[in-house]
Nanobody, 124 residues
Framework: QVELVESGGDSVQAGGSLRLSCSAS???????VGWFRQAPGKGREGVAG????????FYADSVKGRFTITEDSAEKTVYLGMDSLKPEDTAMYYC??????????????????WGQGTQVTVSS
């Protein structure tokens, strides 16, 4: 069982930047880590994912060109760099893992080992 802990959420002005961290208790190359977000009253939305050990990443259209997902295997941590933040990026952000077979998808039903989340608030 993998335990994930998110951190780095904060309140920022529109146009600002943040870097979220997802720290894992264990690390394996044969899976992906995804970042998701959920705003009040809305469903959980996949934001970005990365193949652990391979570095290949994938993004939702809503964040392409603004968000960057990276990994540091030595630190067992996956990062989500967020630039040019918009008020519509306001949400609780979560990370989770998926088996290698599902890598490339951002369907939340394909992911497990969810963290507790970290809040991002972007004001206009």
């Amino acid at each position: 069982q993998v335990e994930l802990v998110e951190s780095g959420g904060d309140s920022v002005q529109a146009g600002g930047s943040l870097r979220l961290s997802c720290s894992a208790s264990t690390y394996a190359d044969n899976r992906c880590v995804g970042w998701f977000r959920q705003a009040p009253g809305k469903g959980r939305e996949g934001v970005a994912g990365i193949y652990l050990g391979g570095g290949k990443s994938f993004y939702a259209d809503s964040v392409k060109g603004r968000f960057t997902i990276t990994e540091d295997s030595a630190e067992k941590t996956v990062y989500l760099g967020m630039d040019s933040l918009k008020p519509e990026d306001t949400a609780m952000y979560y990370c989770a893992t998926s088996g290698f077979y599902y890598c490339g998808s951002l369907g939340s039903n394909l992911y497990e080992n969810w963290g507790q989340g970290t809040q991002v608030t972007v004001s206009s």
